[in-house]
């Protein structure tokens, strides 16, 4: 069986699933790793907290502003080009931060190499899912992905443990370092193993105004949800990005419906299943962000455990993925991607139902069992329904699909912790009113009422659990006749049930 590039799948299945997964394990860890570091970072060049922010919001945005571009290029200049290349990139970028900020004692040249850096990571993020179903054979996709999944999870899991050990015991500066071998090794492993594409490889009529526009749109959105609590949603700054990103969107909707050869065919959402797909992706990190940002605190102020406690506490979760990727990537082929989006999509409102129910003297082998099953939830649900997004289009749509499917992790990750960081400050402000709660109140009431704020906020994601449970049973199993053997189909979107 030939993939849809017309390049017979590669021999060596391990070869070619690391190479792929060591794009999703770097920009997992890196994604974690550096946060830990920022506080010895801000005191490394005396500057403000919310000054040093920008090591990591500078890579969020420049991240979400690329990511669908690149995705659109390496449909047109091949997988293999951008790959290779954005691995080189996201290696220098790393050296680059670790080695230039001491070397010329400046703080923007820290920032500015983040800038780099993240150039990098959104070309490697961007196309690793179309790799998988460019060059891995249709038996094998299901596994693939869940491999790809574990390791990702394993990233997030380690990434603040190794952060803080080498901050703490090395410096600062080997939190960047660490891509650096594994760069090398990503490049030498990708240039050997990654089959050469048969794609056109001219950028003639390539849509620059698209790019533009979706790049200002993203990050002037994202800026304003990451900013908007410390700035004041009412500031000049803050609604001036949201009008800025309103006008950026408004115009890249009504330029890509019009342009020939789009950054983002929009038209492939008129397609209900590919629609539905989409947001079940979407709503299911933009449900997890407000349990993966305010659980920390529940666990510091409420329950009182110490940070290195409950660091070990929310290992739980990524554990838990981890196992379920692996058991998804087996399980895909010989159940089928619906039931199993079914009883995953089941498995983890279970877990939001769980951490709705937080209290004030909840056991921690309770927390343990709801984060155990919202992390299995996610674990066997991500895989089968990233392979129904990327089985469902055509082959001159894998590079911006898979793109598309990157943005749709990060970007409702970054809007979720504002919306229920929100949903917390103001329910906890409703509710200390409402019983009459002020300063002068008994630490055992306070710590009711922050308590009854965590719980409204999960109760936000336990509503959108819902909707993912009903639209895993609304959405089909399509499969484009490009992944047909002897079948060339022209249209983006054929059903199969």
């Given at each position: 069986m030939r993939n849809f590039r017309g390049v017979d799948p590669h021999p060596s299945f391990f070869l070619m699933i690391l190479s792929i997964s060591l794009a999703i394990f770097?920009?997992?860890?890196?994604?974690?790793?550096?946060?830990?570091?920022?506080?010895?970072?801000?005191?490394?060049?005396?500057?403000?907290?919310?000054?040093?922010?920008?090591?990591?919001?500078?890579?969020?945005?420049?991240?979400?502003?690329c990511v669908l571009v690149f995705g659109k290029i390496s449909d047109v200049i091949g997988f293999k080009k951008v790959f290779l290349s954005g691995f080189v990139i996201f290696t220098l970028g790393s050296f680059a931060c670790g080695a230039l900020p001491d070397l010329f004692n400046s703080f923007p040249i820290l920032v500015g190499s983040r800038v780099f850096q993240a150039v990098g990571g959104a070309m490697i993020t961007a196309i690793a899912p179309a790799m998988v179903t460019a060059y891995i054979p249709m038996e094998k996709k299901g596994k693939a992905m869940g491999i790809i999944m574990t390791l990702a999870a394993l990233a997030t899991a380690i990434g603040p443990t190794v952060g803080g050990a080498l901050t703490q015991y090395a410096s600062w500066h080997w939190i960047f370092f660490i891509n650096v071998p594994i760069g090398i090794f990503a490049v030498l492993l990708g240039a050997r193993v990654i089959p050469p594409s048969k794609a056109p490889g001219i950028l003639t009529g390539f849509d620059r105004y698209g790019a533009v526009l979706i790049f200002i749109g993203l990050a002037t959105l994202l800026f304003a949800v990451t900013e908007g609590y410390s700035l004041g949603w009412s500031s000049p700054l803050i609604i001036g990005m949201l009008i800025v990103a309103g006008v950026a969107f408004a115009a890249f909707l009504w330029h890509e419906l019009r342009v020939r050869d789009p950054i983002l065919e929009l038209r492939l959402f008129s397609h209900p299943n590919f629609l539905y797909t989409n947001m079940i992706m979407v709503l299911v990190f933009l449900s997890f962000s407000g349990i993966n940002y305010l659980l920390p605190f529940y666990l510091q102020y409420v329950q009182g455990y110490e940070v290195s406690n409950a660091g070990l506490i929310l290992t739980s979760?990524?554990?838990?993925?981890?196992?379920?990727?692996?058991?998804?990537?087996?399980?895909?082929?010989?159940?089928?991607?619906?039931?199993?989006?079914?009883?995953?999509?089941?498995?983890?409102?279970?877990?939001?139902?769980?951490?709705?129910?937080?209290?004030?003297?909840?056991?921690?082998?309770?927390?343990?069992?709801?984060?155990?099953?919202?992390?299995?939830?996610?674990?066997?649900?991500?895989?089968?329904?990233?392979?129904?997004?990327?089985?469902?289009?055509?082959?001159?749509?894998?590079?911006?699909?898979?793109?598309?499917?990157?943005?749709?992790?990060?970007?409702?990750?970054?809007?979720?912790?504002?919306?229920?960081?929100?949903?917390?400050?103001?329910?906890?402000?409703?509710?200390?009113?409402?019983?009459?709660?002020?300063?002068?109140?008994?630490?055992?009431?306070?710590?009711?009422?922050?308590?009854?704020?965590?719980?409204?906020?999960?109760?936000?994601?336990?509503?959108?659990?819902?909707?993912?449970?009903v639209l895993a049973f609304v959405v089909r199993v399509e499969i484009h006749p490009d992944y047909l053997e002897g079948d060339e189909g022209e249209s983006p979107l054929v059903g199969m049930v």
């Open positions: 770097m920009s997992s860890l890196d994604g974690t790793i550096v946060n830990i570091a920022l506080p010895t970072i801000s005191e490394a060049f005396s500057i403000s907290s919310s000054t040093v922010s920008w090591v990591a919001t500078a890579y969020l945005l420049v991240m979400a502003g979760l990524s554990v838990a993925m981890m196992i379920s990727g692996i058991i998804a990537g087996l399980l895909f082929n010989r159940v089928g991607a619906r039931p199993l989006c079914i009883t995953s999509a089941f498995i983890l409102l279970a877990g939001y139902f769980m951490i709705w129910h937080l209290g004030v003297d909840t056991a921690m082998g309770y927390i343990v069992a709801c984060l155990s099953a919202i992390g299995f939830g996610m674990g066997m649900l991500i895989t089968p329904v990233a392979n129904m997004i990327m089985n469902s289009v055509a082959k001159s749509y894998q590079g911006m699909v898979s793109s598309l499917t990157s943005l749709e992790r990060f970007a409702p990750m970054t809007i979720g912790i504002a919306l229920f960081n929100l949903v917390f400050l103001q329910g906890i402000q409703a509710i200390a009113g409402h019983r009459g709660v002020t300063d002068t109140a008994p630490v055992a009431l306070k710590l009711d009422v922050l308590a009854s704020g965590f719980d409204l906020a999960f109760f936000g994601s336990f509503l959108l659990g819902i909707c993912i449970v």
